[in-house]
């Protein structure tokens, strides 16, 4: 990844995010339960008899990603994670991410990736990335909230579990407009 303190447990208040372990396991399977609907635009599914497959995946800690448990007060809420992107000196992927519908909304997501964002800048790095499948809305709307720059479209980037294509929006969040989009 991009040097030896990006991959950290990081903390503000009652957000924890913690390297993800084997003991999130269950609790990470009755989060993502929480909302079966959701996966069918993810690449991923993490429901049913796909979630084991998909954690241990995570667990096995493919090189250029790094997992972290979202948890509140103690809880699991969610996951997200550093993906390798560009120059690892340079610049991160935030990807891999869910939060229980509870916590959508209600600028919960803001909080997390400004936790993430705040690291990795503070770790150096010049530039964070957001790779957004096209149809996903909400989420384009949340990146673009923070800042970050819609940079253009990969067309048919991947095939999801699903077996749809996906186009991906790629947008960038440099150190700059980040500090510009700080109250």
């Known amino acids: 990844m991009s040097g030896p303190d990006l991959y950290v447990p990081l903390?503000?208040?009652?957000?924890?995010?913690?390297?993800?372990?084997?003991?999130?396991?269950?609790a990470l399977r009755a989060a993502c339960a929480q909302d079966s609907e959701i996966w069918a635009i993810y690449?991923?599914?993490?429901?049913?008899?796909?979630?084991?497959?998909?954690?241990?995946?995570?667990?096995?800690?493919?090189?250029?990603?790094?997992v972290y448990a979202v948890a509140l007060d103690g809880a699991?809420?969610?996951?997200?994670?550093?993906?390798a992107f560009g120059d690892p000196s340079w610049s991160i992927e935030i990807g891999n991410s869910y939060i229980i519908p509870a916590l959508r909304g209600i600028g919960f997501n803001r909080r997390l990736k400004r936790l993430m964002i705040d690291h990795a800048f503070a770790c150096g790095l010049e530039r964070v990335v957001f790779k957004?499948?096209?149809?996903?809305?909400?989420?384009?709307?949340?990146?673009?909230?923070?800042g970050a720059q819609e940079e253009g479209v990969m067309r048919r980037e991947r095939k999801t579990w699903t077996g749809r294509v996906r186009d991906t929006v790629i947008y960038g969040l440099l150190r700059e407009d980040w500090q510009a989009a700080q109250p």
């Open 43 to 66: 690449p991923f599914c993490y429901v049913g008899e796909h979630f084991d497959p998909q954690f241990d995946s995570l667990l096995s800690s493919a090189p250029g990603r790094c």
């Open 76 to 83: 699991v809420v969610g996951m997200t994670a550093w993906i």
């Open 132 to 146: 957004v499948d096209v149809i996903n809305t909400r989420s384009r709307a949340a990146v673009c909230k923070l």
């Open 11 to 26: 903390e503000e208040g009652s957000l924890r995010l913690e390297p993800l372990r084997e003991d999130h396991r269950e």
